[in-house]
């Protein structure tokens, strides 16, 4: 569905001098800088895969969504959707995709969102049943009776999000490209459009790819992660795999009744040290849960204890960590 070939996406920064001379003579002589958005990234993505894509701000995220859409054109390498490129066939790509940005709209203001539902339905062209039809699926599926007929501008940030979503899809695309579509809400409307995300990838077999900074959105919805850094693609593979391979460890936190020795099994690292609690980092590959709490109660009596498993933020960290430390 989706092919990303030794994609690079350059763009020419002009440099500004610092003072007023400087500033004239710049107006006469200009010099740029080239920066990459995106260096020679490739990846392939199957029609139904829900993909998370990842990376901190400035990696190229942005830049790749809307080389895909269609918006920007590649400095390099191949790009295409459904066997189109985007860029030459805009508006055959703009029928098959569905776009959210969680920071901008493609909602009219001061209409309510039956009549915008009907604009769509125009602009798109479709077919009377079908839009019938999606119109009342998505209605029910976000809850959206209540606000149905309310102006946009009357909305909350949770309610105009999930109309973003059903606005999106209503064409039925074959790609929708979620950009921090649950930015800025409530943990309630977070998890209804996480579940309402899979249950359309699974209905309707749409291919998904989400990025966001929401450790949680990828972990709940995806299946598959390509984490972006500096315009390079560091990993591409199952979200699970992405944990096992740059997660540090378990973390087994303990409280104690009393302390007899200090532990030499170089296997446990101690993280933190509060007198009576310890935590201690250890790799379940080396150690298993049941070796570290034997371990640890050869020199200490145990009075509680709470196992922390490896999750994708402390992954995420890692990764980048380790990518400076390469730098």
Not at 96 to 108: A, C, H, K, P, T
Not at 255 to 274: H, S, V
Request: proline residues 3%; neutral net charge.
């Amino acid at each position: 569905m989706i092919e990303v070939s030794n994609v690079t996406r350059e763009f020419r920064v002009f440099k500004r001098e610092k003072g007023f001379a400087s500033s004239i003579k710049s107006i006469l002589n200009r010099n740029y800088e080239v920066k990459k958005a995106v260096n020679n990234i490739s990846f392939h993505i199957q029609e139904g895969e829900l993909v998370g894509y990842i990376g901190s701000n400035g990696a190229g995220k942005s830049t790749t969504i809307k080389m895909l859409a269609g918006i920007l054109v590649p400095t390099s390498g191949i790009v295409r959707v459904d066997g189109k490129e985007p860029h030459r066939n805009r508006k055959e790509n703009a029928m098959n995709i569905g776009v959210v940005f969680g920071q901008r709209s493609q909602l009219y203001w001061n209409l309510p969102m039956e009549e915008t539902f009907d604009l769509f339905a125009k602009i798109y062209k479709i077919n009377p049943t079908v839009f019938r039809n999606n119109v009342d699926y998505y209605v029910d599926l976000l809850e959206m009776g209540e606000f149905i007929r309310m102006p946009v501008r009357q909305l909350s940030l949770g309610q105009r999000m999930r109309a973003e979503l059903a606005v999106a899809l209503l064409h039925e695309p074959k790609v929708l490209y979620l950009d921090e579509p649950t930015i800025g809400l409530d943990v309630a409307v977070k998890a209804k459009i996480r579940t309402f995300i899979r249950q359309i990838n699974k209905s309707k077999k749409t291919t998904v790819i989400l990025t966001t900074h929401d450790m949680k959105d990828i972990e709940e919805v995806c299946d598959r992660i390509i984490t972006i850094n500096k315009g390079e693609v560091l990993f591409d593979g199952t979200v699970a795999g992405f944990k096992d391979s740059f997660n540090p460890g378990h973390v087994l936190t303990v409280d104690l009744d009393d302390q007899r020795n200090k532990i030499t099994d170089g296997r446990l690292k101690l993280l933190a040290d509060e007198g009576l609690r310890k935590s201690f980092l250890f790799d379940k590959n080396e150690l298993s849960v049941a070796q570290a709490i034997s371990i640890i109660s050869k020199s200490y009596e145990i009075k509680d204890m709470q196992l922390k498993e490896p999750d994708i933020e402390e992954a995420v960290k890692f990764l980048y960590a380790a990518a400076a430390r390469e730098e």
